[in-house]
């Protein structure tokens, strides 16, 4: 049995190269964990307080996965309320302050990637999302199950952003047209998704995120095609980027989705919009 503690404390970051921490050890809770494997989530969180409420959806989904996960909350507040942060007991939280004194707000999402560097060889996985993105364990197995096999022929995992609406039907965010392409790949059967493989989420393991770093794509400002905060949250996956040949999701017998693909838009704002969140997960493939 592994021991481990959550330890909640600040970081007040000024600029990139000066950092001082405070107020550590203010909470701690010992669990148990018998994995090896940890995972660095890096969330991007304007502070608005009606939105703690995905924190905290958040919080309670990632203390269901199998890895440890330290979480580390990137915002523009020095702190937020140990009421919704003590539920976790899954990892070390690390609430990271960012003063936006004078930048367009948009930028927090790039915060984030110089302490995800310094990290490249403290993790084994490597996720970052954005404050209203829920990634259910199912998803993690989902990708821990497909991904190496895929990227080893220069693929990558896909995932498909849900929304919900009041009846508990389900809807694709980000698709405003339905996917057809289906192609083998060492014998199994998946779908392209050459129509937008942006989720506002991606994840990597340690020698896909090491690779990353050594070279240009890190830099947001070389991601193509994406506004500030969605050039973040596509990683290496981008509709015009060439890291990949394709993103691709596997599909059953009958040409239907894997279900553990999804993953959810918490506000399901999109739906009704007109041209996002029109098209059920059950006819993606047409």
Not at 90 to 97: A, E
Not at 110 to 115: F, G, T
Not at 153 to 178: A, M, P, Q, S
Not at 278 to 285: D, K, T
Request: contains cysteine; hydrophobic residues 35%; charged residues 30%.
């Amino acid at each position: 049995m592994l021991y481990y503690g959550v330890i909640i404390f600040v970081i007040y970051e000024k600029n990139q190269n000066e950092r001082r921490y405070i107020n550590i050890n203010r909470h701690i809770i010992v669990y148990y964990n018998m994995s090896d494997k940890k995972i660095a989530i890096h969330i991007c969180f304007f502070y608005i307080e009606s939105r703690l409420e995905y924190i905290r959806r958040i919080l309670e989904e990632t203390n269901n996965y199998s890895h440890i996960a330290d979480i580390f909350i990137h915002t523009n507040v020095r702190e937020i309320t140990e009421e919704v942060l003590s539920i976790y007991k899954n990892g070390v939280i690390h609430v990271v302050f960012h003063d936006l004194t004078g930048e367009n707000p948009f930028y927090l999402a790039w915060k984030c990637r110089p302490l995800l560097r310094e990290q490249r060889d403290a993790y084994d996985i490597f996720m970052y999302i954005e404050d209203d993105i829920l990634v259910p364990r199912k998803a993690i197995e989902y990708w821990e199950k497909n991904h190496e096999e895929l990227a080893d022929c220069n693929y990558n995992l896909g995932f498909l952003r849900i929304e919900t609406d009041e009846k508990g039907d389900e809807f694709v965010t980000d698709l405003r047209n339905h996917l057809w392409d289906i192609q083998e790949i060492n014998g199994k059967q998946y779908c392209i998704n050459d129509e937008e493989p942006y989720c506002a989420f991606w994840i990597y393991d340690k020698k896909t995120f090491n690779r990353w770093t050594e070279l240009e794509y890190y830099d947001i400002q070389m991601i193509p095609g994406y506004k500030i905060r969605e050039a973040s949250a596509i990683g290496l996956h981008g509709k015009w980027s060439c890291w990949y040949r394709d993103t691709v999701i596997p599909v059953d017998e009958n040409k239907k989705l894997d279900e553990d693909c999804r993953i959810y838009h918490m506000p399901n704002n999109y739906i009704g919009s007109g041209q996002w969140a029109r098209i059920p997960f059950g006819e993606v493939i047409q």
